[in-house]
């Protein structure tokens, strides 16, 4: 039997199922379902995500039964609609619609009004009796294909447009006449002629399968590679084509379309959010150019514009049923698109709404609550990279603000940042560090990159469903969509808001997300409150995930915020961040210059009571929950200055001859010091540095025993080990200091002494370290440095073009190359786990908040993960996702 490439949905039945989404794309399943469960759907057709990677495989071309499933497939539309394709009296007109497995809103390409050309333009005239709404459908497919499939400079089209309404005196597009729309048809075909040197097809056929292998070729557009990226979406899926006959919005006042979810994808309140157009085309929604009105007259606040329920109160109240059979059918908030010709409803789409972060939680534990899902299904339905949004401050409420303009609340959060007019100019800049925000008159796929450098958007057009509002809630950035008070000047690179004030580029603004607000200037934040449903899923997260979660913590602070946020413990305490502080870093340089061992000790007692308090800190705010103490990791250097005039001014300071400083520092310099004398190699050539940190940690935590009656095991760690003989020289004096304070404090405690995994030949050979070490914890940071021969430092400057040119997939400082590196901590894991079963294990890299590298961390059977403190929740829900996936 031949191989199905072309799925038929119409009439009430489909070939496909929601649950064919890698087949048929989430559009192409979700048409199929629709169609199924009795939702009013116009018939159409499906060409898998097969034919798509067969295109690319074999040069762009089709299987050969392609032609004719299309064919047999068309002729259904034609049959269920009483129309047919090409015909000069009662035409079938066509939309063809990309449709990949994962939602890449606005990322690829549509054509609509398919089939028109000089003869079937007047059939349409036949059909609608209206030559104004034939024409300005003609004029659309026009331009569209001429973009979409010839890709030609869409501003040429666009312009002379703009020419026409000019001349017409005239402001929208529903204001030209059916000659002005007739003259710009022949006005596009002159300028395809003249720009590409062709004539535009009139054959429908043609037209068709330019179209289809257009929207293929759209998998492969920048736009789709830089989304494809931002959301590891791997090129290999492909997309659907979905073929599927027109049915439309602008044949009058009757006639409607709109885009609406069935929550607020913003707030996930539960009411049906959205908004529609009369007399008008789907892509007049989201392009910003008509103000469209709300679905809802509960929401229509100002009253300005009459909404859907008050326009066409039958059509709504229809849509009102589809959403609650939308909802009990998939379980969640749906993403919808409708048109309405002449009266009659039509669903052209559903799919999962994409939502902030917070949406995303109400919606998970409003759902449960309403007995929709269950706590699991909850669990799985909030991305732990969405958490990333909620654990950034937000404006200080009593901040003052000079607010100069107001938007819609598009996507929520606050930031600050200068003002640039260029997806290109926000990308460079944001590679110099600074933070920027995009203003445009309206965003479009092209800025993607541009969005995503970007702290912030601010649109002058759009909705709340507009691209910059969709594109931003999907990434987690704040928007301000639809400010349409400002006036943006690209020439000038400018705005100039409704009371006069110019913004120019480079000036600071603020943008508040959840009002809409535009600010001049910094506004301060303060930091977000994580309870109500953040703290129920949380609970429910916490049921599920077998791993646990600790934090990279250096202060008292570090571990307060830590502990808020769920840490079950500190899994890296930097002792040197410690040494660093102005207070301090005289006593540490101070021992560094000293020549002998009685001067190192003089020094070192100095900083054994700092010490000694910093710990007694950390401990107190854990209170009774691990911590991983890493004793003194980088070389000697780093604490010296490296200028001529900085190595001056400090031997001045300590009063010793500049000569001497100068000596010291050239001494001690290191050509690559990340591979050079520190970690346990300063421990072994300067043991009484570990010496005092041992006692330090140990006099803490023996003082909180015997005075507050605190329960503390310290986890001892000692870095860049690299044979089990350093470890044991390391640690047979670490021991020695233990026993040494605890006989003196007179108490009984537990403590763990341990090693940081970050060296190959450490984890090759960890069955031997396991005889010494009573816990593993993986540097995964220095780990994926000497396993690759790279410098995190340094790689940044050619991984972008390795990733670019897929030599590899992901940034491995961001997320853990599970092949190379994991394999390390694989094999660490099992050795060390032979030599001593109860052996802890655990990694600090900063890989442990990466979602992906905590999913590794759960199946390889490590006991915990530890990150930044902001990144805790992040972890704690991946490790969740991880059990019950």
Request: net charge negative.
């Amino acid at each position: 039997m031949a191989q199905q490439y072309v799925y038929f949905f119409g009439g009430g039945k489909a070939d496909g199922r929601a649950d064919m989404k890698n087949l048929l794309g989430g559009k192409g399943a979700n048409l199929a379902e629709m169609t199924s469960i009795g939702l009013p759907v116009p018939p159409g057709f499906t060409i898998s995500t097969e034919v798509c990677t067969e295109f690319y495989k074999n040069d762009r071309t089709h299987p050969a039964s392609l032609a004719a499933e299309v064919s047999a497939n068309l002729r259904k539309i034609e049959e269920l609609m009483g129309k047919k394709f090409g015909d000069s009296g009662n035409p079938l007109l066509l939309s063809v619609r990309s449709g990949a497995r994962a939602s890449m809103p606005g990322m690829m390409d549509t054509v609509l009004n398919l089939g028109l050309n000089d003869t079937t333009v007047q059939g349409i005239i036949a059909q609608s009796g209206d030559e104004r709404f034939a024409y300005d459908a003609y004029r659309r497919f026009v331009q569209m294909y001429a973009d979409v499939v010839l890709g030609m400079e869409k501003d040429i089209l666009d312009h002379l447009l703009d020419q026409k309404k000019e001349e017409r005196g005239v402001y929208l597009d529903t204001d030209l006449t059916a000659a002005d729309w007739k003259d710009l048809v022949l006005q596009y075909k002159g300028a395809i002629k003249a720009e590409l040197g062709i004539d535009f097809p009139e054959d429908p056929e043609e037209q068709l399968w330019g179209a289809v292998n257009a929207v293929f070729g759209s998998w492969m557009n920048q736009r789709a590679i830089t989304y494809r990226k931002l959301n590891n979406i791997p090129a290999e899926w492909g997309t659907a084509v979905n073929v599927q006959a027109m049915v439309f919005g602008n044949m009058g006042q009757d006639c409607a379309t709109g885009v609406a979810f069935t929550r607020d994808p913003s707030t996930g309140e539960n009411y049906f959010y959205g908004e529609f157009l009369v007399n008008a085309q789907g892509e007049d929604v989201v392009a910003g150019i008509r103000t469209p009105q709300p679905i809802n007259r509960a929401k229509n606040k100002d009253g300005e514009l009459p909404s859907m329920e008050e326009v066409m109160p039958e059509c709504y109240q229809q849509l009102v049923r589809i959403r609650e059979t939308l909802e009990k059918h998939y379980r969640d908030m749906q993403d919808i698109e409708f048109t309405i010709e002449k009266g009659v409803l039509y669903m052209l789409q559903t799919r999962n709404g994409k939502r902030t972060a917070p949406a995303a939680i109400k919606i998970a534990v409003d759902m449960v609550n309403e007995g929709l899902i269950d706590k699991k299904t909850a669990v799985l339905r909030v991305e732990p990279s969405q958490l990333d949004q909620l654990l950034h401050p937000t404006l200080d409420p009593k901040a003052e603000r000079t607010i100069i303009a107001k938007g819609l609340p598009a996507s929520p959060g606050a930031v600050s940042g200068e003002v640039v007019f260029s997806a290109d100019e926000a990308e460079a800049e944001a590679k110099t560090g600074r933070k920027v925000i995009l203003v445009r008159i309206e965003t479009s796929p092209e800025d993607i990159h541009g969005m995503h450098a970007a702290q912030g958007i601010l649109t002058a057009r759009g909705g709340m469903t507009s691209h910059a509002a969709v594109v931003a809630r999907g990434m987690g950035k704040c928007c301000v969509a639809g400010c349409g008070d400002i006036k943006v000047d690209y020439a000038d690179e400018s705005f100039i808001a409704p009371n006069g004030v110019e913004v120019k580029k480079g000036d600071l603004i603020t943008l508040d997300g959840a009002t809409g607000e535009v600010m001049l200037g910094v506004v301060p934040t303060v930091s977000v409150q994580l309870t109500g449903d953040f703290a129920t899923l949380m609970g429910w997260v916490d049921q599920f995930r077998t791993l646990k979660v600790r934090a990279n913590a250096d202060t008292p602070h570090d571990a307060r915020v830590a502990r808020e946020f769920g840490a079950q413990g500190i899994g890296l305490c930097r002792t040197e961040h410690m040494f660093f502080d102005a207070e301090r870093i005289a006593a540490v340089r101070e021992m560094i210059l000293s020549d002998d061992l009685e001067g190192r000790q003089k020094a070192l007692a100095k900083i054994l009571p700092m010490q000694t308090s910093d710990f007694k800190g950390i401990f107190r705010e854990m209170k009774g929950l691990p911590v991983t103490i890493r004793l003194l990791d980088p070389p000697l250097h780093e604490f010296l200055p490296q200028t001529e005039k900085d190595i001056d001014e400090l031997a001045a300071t300590m009063r010793v001859p500049a000569s001497t400083l100068r000596h010291k520092v050239e001494y001690l310099h290191e050509f690559n010091p990340m591979l050079g004398h520190r970690g346990c190699r300063l421990g072994i050539t300067y043991p009484e540095i570990y010496d005092m940190q041992v006692r330090a940690i140990m006099v803490a935590a023996c003082e909180l025993i015997k005075n507050n009656g605190f329960s503390i095991v310290p986890e001892i760690m000692i870095p860049l080990v690299a044979t089990v003989r350093e470890l044991a020289l390391l640690k047979r004096n670490a021991v020695a200091i233990c026993e040494e304070v605890i006989a003196d404090y007179g108490v009984t405690m537990e403590y763990l002494i341990g090693t940081m995994i970050e060296l190959p030949r450490a984890a090759l050979t960890a069955d031997e370290i396991a005889s010494e070490a009573e816990f593993f914890s993986f540097g995964t940071n220095d780990l994926t440095q000497t396993t690759f021969g790279l410098s995190r430092d340094d790689a940044g400057k050619f991984l972008p073009f390795y990733m670019d040119n897929g030599i590899i997939e992901q940034d491995p400082f961001v997320s853990l190359d599970q092949t190379g590196v994991g394999q390390l901590v694989r094999i660490a894991s099992e050795k060390g786990r032979a030599t001593r079963p109860d052996i802890k294990l655990g990694i600090c890299g900063e890989h442990g908040g990466d979602p992906a590298s905590v999913c590794f961390c759960h199946t390889s059977g490590l006991d915990y993960v530890s990150c930044s403190p902001f990144r805790v929740p992040i972890a704690r829900l991946a490790a969740a996702h991880a059990a019950l996936s």
